[in-house]
């Protein structure tokens, strides 16, 4: 399958409104692409930055920080939209840091040309509620899976996102899981052993 294919297909899950091939180009003409490294800052904390990011190749993290310390909220792959809504709805500066856990690259929307889309196109403004809609459901689910057992939320995530277990910093995976490091690599170290490795 080609890049562009895969793309258009992980995009259109994104959402439980249609997403065709004329809503596809159009997203895309409206649109910039952006290339991040690993470790650079896409969305950066204390920037205004009211634009809409759609990852199109990679895997990105968004963290906040607590007295220095990262809080990991969310991982996000191919297809996942992202921005600062603290920037967006606000006009204030970023609560919230995403940055690249590898070469990512990503569209990029600018704030008007979302509203423009949104006036001039229904399929656009039903397709982004969506995408907003699934995005509150996965939270509500990740509250409700993060309330389990520490082996069972590790068990879980490993399962249902094994390539993050290769991209991002175990630090960054605990955070998430909302567990300590050392706590993870025990967890971890039990599971290898039960399977013999």
Known sequence: MKNEDKFFEVLREESDFPLNDSLFRYIVSHSSEVSADKGDSIIKIGECDPDFYIVKEGIV?????DEGEE???????????????ASYWDGKPSIICVEACSPTRLLRIEKNDILSM???SHEFCRWVTGVFMKM???SELKGKIMNGDAKWRYEWLERCR???FEAV???AIASYLRMSRVHVSR??????????N
Not at 187 to 196: H, P, T, Y
């Open 136 to 138: 509150s459901y996965f």
């Open 61 to 65: 993290r968004g963290y906040i920080l």
């Open 187 to 196: 967890i971890r170290n039990q599971i290898l052993k039960r399977n013999g």
């Open 71 to 85: 809080t990991n909220l969310y991982f996000g792959m191919e297809g996942t939209l992202l921005c600062s809504m």
């Open 169 to 171: 910093p175990l630090k």
């Open 162 to 164: 094994p390539e993050l």
């Open 118 to 120: 949104m006036t001039e």
